[in-house]
């Protein structure tokens, strides 16, 4: 590698093989470095590429990625774009300080993470699992097939273009999106339709019928689960899901809450409360 | 009956993988290992059926840090919707055999890949240091190997094992315990739903949650027009958090 191209020694190409790579970031995950052999093994190509000659230099690299290091999958494109960008400047530049690598990196985890899960488990898989569930129980084929394109639309095109826009971002300044408040501003955009959806399929999935029907002599019966249709349909639903998100709220563990449903499911029907 | 096995233990390691290698698609979720299962089985439908009523049990079970201890739901969908198609039974027994079926696969991962994969990321560091990148490969290829192999041999052992055991099962348990399952399962999507809210949800935003009942409880809106209207909603409010953007934050530490 001639020494005149060090400025822009990254090119298309290996923000491509950046995007493939990071399929396989999380394979090796172990419970306490967490995915940093995967963040290592995925900027690899652009670490041998940019230091190559330099044995010392590339270990050090190595080594640098192989600090800890958690994201939901689908934002590790981006952050891989950022640092492969930072990478390059390190290179090029030795008065860079590379302990600011891995600052970006520990900086972006925690908020990226938070917003991915919101976008990825929280709104789109909510919103594709909603629609082919509820196609499947019609026993229709397309329920999974939908969740799948729904769900993987945007988890695709996230991770194609947010490693090219990480790269951009790096290169230029990463404050702007973080101090931005788009980010936050996102962050609630999604969480409001992830919340619109799940009010719906409280209302649509959820369901809890009393069985029990009060009767005072003769001809007189009370049909409890009417009156509380009369208040508002599916209102039983909706108090259970709340009394349960109290309960967790509290520090129950949902397995417990989980044993109690069904412990209350047998003793209702036994009853025939339920 | 063992070429069955194997092609379940199969989609099961390969849906396993999902977020090793294929980039978390969802393909581990009980909807998509269901159908799948219900392929083997010759019939699609029924398999994804029982899948969805899975999906619903298990919405809220998600693979986000903080759970990271969550239950097997790919191993124990696999398993469980292969033991009701089998038997062409027991759909209720099966259903609530899932979860705890899917825990114990989370015991197995704590003594079979979770150790060894903390080997090979030691090992991956160790390599990092005097920068022998083709070890570090080769420890990132051996994780993904370890991910789907012990997955596989546990639902082929599950499969040869538990299917004459669910059949007995089955046969055992009196009426009035399954058709309580059966009602304790339509209550438990609720809890999938309070888990999510725990992620997402804050007393700001709790009126988008309502809207969206309102919606379906009483003007009857299908999962698709709830979603539509969600869309609109999130739009508008993306737009109007312009000025006011520190105000409104999700609080990442309620997670």
Redesign the interface.
């Known amino acids: 590698m001639s020494t005149k191209s060090e400025s822009k020694k990254i090119v298309k190409k290996d923000l491509i093989s950046l995007f493939w790579r ?3 970031l ?8 967490m995915q ?3 963040f ?2 995925s900027i ?1 190509p652009v670490l ?1 590429k940019l230091y190559g000659d330099d ?2 230099k ?2 050090e690299a ?2 640098r ?2 600090e800890v290091y ?1 994201n939901t ?2 934002c590790s494109p981006f952050v891989l774009g950022i640092v492969a960008a930072m990478e390059e400047e390190a290179c090029a530049n030795p008065d860079f300080d590379v302990n600011s690598i891995n600052a970006i990196k520990v900086a972006l985890m ?2 990226l ?2 917003i991915g ?2 976008f ?3 709104t789109f ?10 196609l ?2 019609q ?1 229709n ?1 397309l ?2 097939i939908l ?2 394109i729904i ?2 639309i945007p ?2 095109l996230v ?1 194609y273009y947010g490693v090219q826009y990480g790269y951009k971002l790096g290169t230029n300044s990463i404050e702007t999106l973080v101090s931005g ?2 980010m ?26 009393i069985a029990l029907v009060a009767n005072f002599g003769q001809d007189v019966t009370l049909n409890v689960q009417s009156i509380f249709d009369d208040i ?4 039983l ?2 108090g ?3 009394l ?2 109290r ?3 509290k520090g129950v563990k ?2 417990w ?2 044993v109690g ?10 009853f025939g409360i ?1 | 009956m063992l070429l069955k096995a194997f092609l379940v233990a199969l989609v099961a390691g390969l849906c396993k ?1 999902d ?9 581990q ?1 009980p ?2 290992v269901g ?1 799948l299962v219900g392929f083997i089985y010759g019939d ?2 029924a398999g ?2 029982f ?2 009523q899975f ?2 049990l298990s ?7 903080a759970h ?1 201890g969550m239950p097997e739901i790919t191993l124990g969908s696999a398993l469980c919707t292969a033991f009701t198609l089998g038997s062409g039974t027991g759909m209720e027994v099966a259903l ?1 055999l899932a ?1 705890p079926i899917s ?1 114990f696969g989370t015991t197995i991962g704590y003594l079979t890949w ?1 150790p060894l ?2 080997i ?2 030691e090992r ?2 160790k ?5 022998d ?1 083709r070890t ?2 080769i ?6 190997f370890n ?1 789907f192999f012990f997955p596989f041999l546990v639902v082929l052992v599950g499969m040869l094992a538990g299917a004459p055991l669910f059949e007995m099962l089955i046969e055992v348990i009196p009426e ?2 399954t ?13 999938g ?10 007393r700001k ?2 009126p ?11 003007v009857g ?7 539509i ?3 609109i ?3 508008l ?2 737009n109007n ?2 000025t006011q ?2 105000e ?3 609080d ?1 530490n309620e ?1």
């Open positions: 990071a399929f396989l999380p394979a090796c995950y172990s419970m306490d470095r940093a052999p995967g290592a093994y690899l041998k044995k010392e590339l270990a190595c080594s990625h192989s958690n999958f689908a925690g908020p993470s938070g899960d919101t990825f488990w929280g898989r909510i919103i594709g699992s909603g629609i082919g569930v509820s499947a129980m026993g084929l329920g999974p969740f799948l769900y993987n988890n695709f991770r408040g788009l936050n501003r996102a962050t609630t955009a999604a969480a409001v339709m992830g919340l619109t959806v799940i009010g719906g399929m409280i209302a649509s999935m959820v369901s809890v019928n508002c349909p599916k209102i639903p909706l259970l899901t709340f349960i998100y309960f967790l709220k949902a397995t809450i989980m449903i069904i412990v209350l499911g047998i003793v209702g029907k036994f339920l | 993988i977020n090793r290698i294929f980039g978390m698609t969802m393909i979720r909807l998509i159908t699609p439908v994804m059926m899948g969805a999906e619903l919405m809220g079970l998600v693979g986000i840090g990271s609530t979860l825990a979770v994969n903390h090979l990321s991956s560091k390599a990092a240091e005097v920068a990148t570090m490969e420890c990132q290829w051996l994780g993904l991910y009035f315990i058709s309580g399952i059966s009602v304790a399962s339509s209550m438990l999507p609720a809890l739903f309070a888990l999510l809210m725990q992620l997402i949800y804050t935003l709790a988008y949650l309502f809207i969206g009942f309102v919606a379906v409880a009483l809106l299908s999962n698709v027009g709830v979603a209207v969600g869309g909603l999130a739009i409010v993306f958090s312009e953007s520190k409104v934050s999700v990442v997670i």
